[in-house]
């Protein structure tokens, strides 16, 4: 088994630590909300987020999303269509108490 460095990032949403393995990984892509599988960042400013409703909804509410983007205008899409999108691509889990 290969052992090394797991990078460890924080939630915007609940301010938990976790491997970033386990996170969706939310970027700026010019003025618009890029959402990442766990295995493909996109380049460019990013934040992580756990993959509950619960979270998601906290970052898009508290406008934390924009603060750690350092984006003062950045077009979020609201967290019925986030979560939806989220769900197509496998990447919110299913599981999880919402």
Request: glycine share 8%; hydrophobic share 35%.
């Amino acid at each position: 088994m290969k052992k090394g460095h797991i990078p460890i990032r924080t939630c915007i949403g609940c301010r938990k630590r976790r491997p970033a393995s386990e996170m969706i990984r939310l970027a700026a892509c010019g003025d618009r909300l890029v959402v990442s599988p766990r295995r493909e960042n996109k380049p460019g400013r990013g934040c992580y987020a756990c993959p509950t409703e619960k979270c998601l909804d906290a970052a898009l509410e508290k406008r934390r999303i924009a603060r750690a983007l350092r984006r003062s205008a950045i077009a979020a899409p609201s967290t019925e269509e986030l979560l939806r999108g989220l769900q197509q691509k496998g990447l919110l889990d299913a599981n999880v108490d919402r």
